[in-house]
């Protein structure tokens, strides 16, 4: 680079020359192709028959097939091939699946009931965990609280707190209040763990909102809920989003409370995943068409909260 | 009453241009609620939910650590026995034994996430082109479930049946089905590190982004004027100013490793033996397949302690990088 070519832009001095670029930029793609391998690898065991998933030499190269999902679906009964012979013809490209390997489909599994308590808890708790955490971040980011920061970090603290510590006295308490094994019970629990992130989060996106509309607003007579309502929280929409996401993917990720708390009514799929047992041992294409579903929607959490995804992770101090 | 109100005062940022900062209306009331009222009535839904899950089990949790309580035998008369529980965990070998585990665990794994995830980040700020969609690509494994990372990693882990055995044996030669990364007490500390790096230093790698991002072009500009080498300005500027970002990173995986359950329970359940038995697994285990309340409850608090200590130097270190 020439005296003359610097001159032309700010950060040209900073900037890395092509080769320099070229060569980061091809470690860190061989450093992602690495990474996302497991994933992929869990994404083609869902696709593969039971003796595909379990072949040695692993195998990269197999034959499609829905199995994994129809296993994870339905429960079914291994039947004699006579029995299955006299049987009116099969009617549904599963129920054919399903024969080919002598068994008959007898019902559903759990594992739909096991989405819709991931799906109720996980909402249910956001939407508290987002609801409260709205309030008192507005409070403490615009009113002088005593001992604000004592009172914020007791608030950040208790997320802190090793789940398997606190499921000991939680567990004796919900067998007094009849909340072991129920939505309700998970609920406050997973909103307990999540006001704090949302708190914290929720404060540094209402911080960047300046005071002088609000202000504004009380001059022309507005009181603070109105101005609340109307000024602050169209401006803090994208920090809400942003915060029930993250919110949600926890509530949705969440193991050791579920694993202990919960049993069969109120089980969500983390606990749920590594009991899909087939017949001798887990059955792996089931076990990985459930985790491909459920993983499907953090991977599109983590695309949309790209730009969120720092503040997130540090309670919203780093900001960009 | 009167101090209560100027301390609930809105602080006003004083707006440029207007030389004096509009009149409060704090504590003027306004179809009945005042300034005051609102901010108590804001807060307050919060901390009653935290005093009612957390504060109050706690405080039991601590009644019961001076007690004899098994749930497994709770025919047994409930007795205080002071500070027994304690120094039962304090004089057991084992305890000290799962501690030596998890510490090793955490200095191990936080140490490889540091060096992956900072030598990514230093990568990565090269800007080169598509680096956010890859950057995207490597975040994805931190936004996982760890149970169901664990229960995964498990599956691609098979000596027989994996894929990694069978791409360690085409690099190295060794029979696939001759070592087990998660049955084998030599390897099994090794493979909860590997994991829980693939998971994490992607963690370590966005925070340093965010610090190296925070230095000011103009400071490699002046340090070029004075001729510094690359690698000088790498010691001199892009480290120490880096130093803040890290340590965020550490304290919080420090934090994180050490009350690590999910995803080495479904891993390694703590096996071969108890080679990878962490403090959580080991009290998991005490409270609820023992049903050692009184004793569990008492290393519970050992734990607690531990993190709140740790949980308040983590926030200085949030409050001393937090950007305006």
Not at chain 1, 6 to 26: D, L, M, N
Not at chain 1, 206 to 227: C, F, H, K
Not at chain 2, 232 to 239: A, G, V, Y
Request: aromatic share 12%.
């Amino acid at each position: 680079m020439t005296a003359a070519a610097t001159k032309s832009t700010a950060h040209s001095i900073v900037e890395a020359s092509p080769r320099t670029k070229a060569f980061a930029g091809g470690l860190v793609i061989l450093y992602a192709v690495i990474t996302i391998l497991p994933l992929l690898w869990i994404v083609a065991t869902a696709f593969k028959s039971q003796s595909d998933a379990i072949a040695y030499p692993p195998k990269v190269i197999f034959e499609p097939t829905l199995e994994g999902y129809v296993n994870l679906f339905t429960v079914r009964t291994r039947q004699t091939p006579d029995f299955i012979a006299k049987l009116p013809p099969p009617e549904t490209w599963y129920d054919k699946l399903v024969r080919k390997r002598d068994m008959v489909i007898a019902g559903p599994s759990k594992v739909v009931p096991r989405f819709v308590n991931s799906l109720i808890i996980g909402f249910g708790s956001t939407f508290l965990a987002v609801f409260l955490g709205t309030l008192a971040a507005y409070a403490f980011s615009r009113f002088r609280i005593p001992l604000a920061d004592d009172l914020l970090f007791f608030i950040l603290s208790t997320r802190m707190m090793p789940p398997v510590a606190v499921a000991i006295p939680i567990y004796l308490m919900y067998r007094q209040l009849n909340l072991t094994d129920t939505r309700l019970g998970m609920i406050l629990l997973y909103t307990a763990v999540n006001v704090s992130l949302a708190v914290w989060l929720l404060k540094g996106f209402i911080d960047e909102i300046p005071r002088e509309y609000e202000e504004a607003a009380l001059v022309d007579g507005y009181t603070r809920l109105q101005a609340l309502r109307k000024v602050v929280l169209p401006q803090a929409v994208t920090g809400i989003a942003a915060t029930a996401i993250f919110c949600l993917i926890f509530s949705w990720n969440e193991y050791a409370f579920a694993v202990l708390l919960t049993s069969g009514e109120a089980q969500t799929m983390p606990p749920f995943i590594p009991f899909i047992i087939g017949e001798g041992g887990q059955d792996w294409p089931a076990v990985a068409a459930a985790t491909t579903l459920f993983v499907v929607p953090i991977v599109m959490f983590t695309v949309l909260l790209r730009k969120h995804l720092l503040r997130g992770i540090t309670f919203g101090a780093v900001r960009k | 009453m009167d101090t209560m109100t100027t301390i609930l005062q809105p602080d006003h940022a004083t707006i440029p241009g207007v030389s004096k900062p509009v009149k409060s209306r704090a504590g003027r009331r306004v179809h009945g609620l005042s300034d005051r009222a609102i901010a108590w009535l804001f807060v307050a839904p919060t901390i009653a939910l935290l005093l009612a899950i957390n504060i109050f089990p706690l405080i039991w949790m601590i009644r019961l650590s001076f007690t004899n309580l098994n749930l497994s035998m709770s025919y047994l008369p409930l007795r205080f026995v002071g500070l027994d529980n304690f120094r039962d965990i304090l004089t057991d070998e084992d305890v000290w034994f799962r501690l030596q585990t998890t510490a090793q665990f955490v200095i191990s794994s936080v140490a490889l996430q540091v060096v992956i995830g900072f030598g990514l980040a230093l990568l990565i700020n090269r800007q080169f082109r598509g680096h956010s969609f890859w950057t995207t690509i490597i975040l994805l494994p931190m936004m996982l479930s760890p149970a169901v990372v664990g229960n995964f990693w498990t599956l691609l882990l098979q000596p027989q049946i994996g894929p990694f055995n069978y791409l360690i044996s085409l690099f190295t030669g060794v029979p696939p089905s001759s070592f087990s990364m998660t049955g084998q007490v030599s390897l099994a500390p090794w493979t909860i590190v590997l994991v829980d790096t693939w998971m994490w230093a992607p963690y370590v790698m966005l925070i340093c982004l965010a610090g190296l991002r925070s230095i000011p072009d103009y400071i490699y500009e002046a340090a070029e004027v004075d001729r510094a080498s690359a690698w000088r300005q790498f010691w001199s500027i892009t480290l120490p100013m880096t130093v803040p970002f890290l340590m965020l990173a550490v304290l919080f995986r420090a934090i994180e490793n050490f009350k690590m359950f999910d995803m080495v329970n479904l891993l390694t359940s703590g096996g071969p033996g108890s080679t990878t038995e962490l403090v959580s697994i080991a009290l998991k285990r005490a409270a609820f397949e023992k049903w050692r309340t009184g004793y569990s409850s008492a290393l519970a608090i050992i734990l607690f302690v531990t993190v709140f200590g740790a949980a308040n130097i983590y926030v200085k270190t949030l409050n001393k990088v937090k950007q305006r």
